[in-house]
């Protein structure tokens, strides 16, 4: 299966014109690559590489082994490099033994495999008896010398990575949301291609995080020497400063006034076209393509009020089934709110400028990614916020 495609996504965006007319669910996931935002930059972090292979392809881990193929390889080239029947790889992988494989693709091992001797006995004893002479003469033949065993890598240090079976519907994207990991990284460890496809019964790698680095502890302060006494002995009186001599006088200055630092927000006056749907502050600006709206991060819990007054028409929740609101409104207008929770309308519902609608989530993900629609196409909000 493949992941969806720019046309299908496009269809998506396209249909949110005409959702004052629809009455069932629909599943309109803004977070994906394209017509959406993305919150991956923020969650998602940076992972390691992935380990190098021996000289079989194989990468060994405490609990599993995989292997990984060279440019050319089909399935029973990786089964035969690494001594395992060929149908037996294929069918634990959901493949034919003949299928061709990507340079660097991963293919799951369904038991485990050592560092055995080159030398294929099976093969000698049928190359040997298809060679002997009809008439029943011995004939001798100096064999090759045996090849010494490939030395198998090292266990990779650190954390066994998840090894994740492909499920029907799942896509790249949606697998590397489900591990919070970026899905080039999870391309590069598994070698898919440049289009993400991944296969139902496909076997990955979740890449591995790198680990923060450990804080350094902080400098123990200094304690000065001090004067030890014998016992009997009074300890040494400190002599005061003022004692010694006499503090200046104090000249004391008017106070300046403190420079006005508050930043620049967007306007919530009744002239603005919209309402913020919430007070706080921009993290994170419209661009066509990337971001189809801004994010407006404030505190967890605080009210998401509709920006006009309109008519909800729709309710439903992104891949991670967190909340989605749509407002309709005149002039074929649209307002999208999601990442949001306790949503208080219904689809159906009229609401007015101001009124709540839903809450900020809580936790690191206190902010509201808001949209606003003309039709078919996303238009930057900030405008209509002044």
Known sequence: MRAVSKSAVAAGVASLAFLAGCEGPIDYDLRGNVGGFSTADAAQAATANRPAPDARGVITYPNYQVAVARRGDTVGDIAARVGLPAAEVARFN??????????????????????ASSVDIAT????????????GSVRTSTLEPAQPAAAPAPAPAGPEPIRHKVKRGETAYTIARLYNVPVDALAEWNGLGSDFTVREGQFLLIPIKNQAAPRQEAAVATVPATTITQPGQGSPTPTPPS????LPDEEIKPA?????VTAEAPTTQSNSALGLPVTGTIIRTYKKGSNEGIDIAAS??????????????AITADADQVPIIVVKHNSDLLTVYANVENITVKK??????????????????????????????SVDPEPYLR
Request: hydrophobic share 40%.
């Open 256 to 260: 300046e006034p403190a420079p006005d």
């Open 243 to 246: 004692a010694t001599q006499p």
């Open 300 to 313: 967890p819990g605080s009210p998401v009020n509709a920006a006009a007054a309109g008519t909800v028409a």
């Open 94 to 115: 959901g493949l034919q033994a003949a299928d061709q494989l990507r340079d660097g693709e991963v293919v799951a091992l369904p038991r485990t495999v050592s560092a």
């Open 348 to 377: 159906g519902a009229r609401v007015k400028r101001g009124q709540k609608i839903a809450s900020l989530r809580g936790g690191d993900n206190a902010y509201v990614h808001f949209e606003v629609r003309k039709g078919f196409e």
């Open 124 to 135: 000698i004893a049928g190359t040997a008896i298809d060679a002997a002479p009809a008439d």
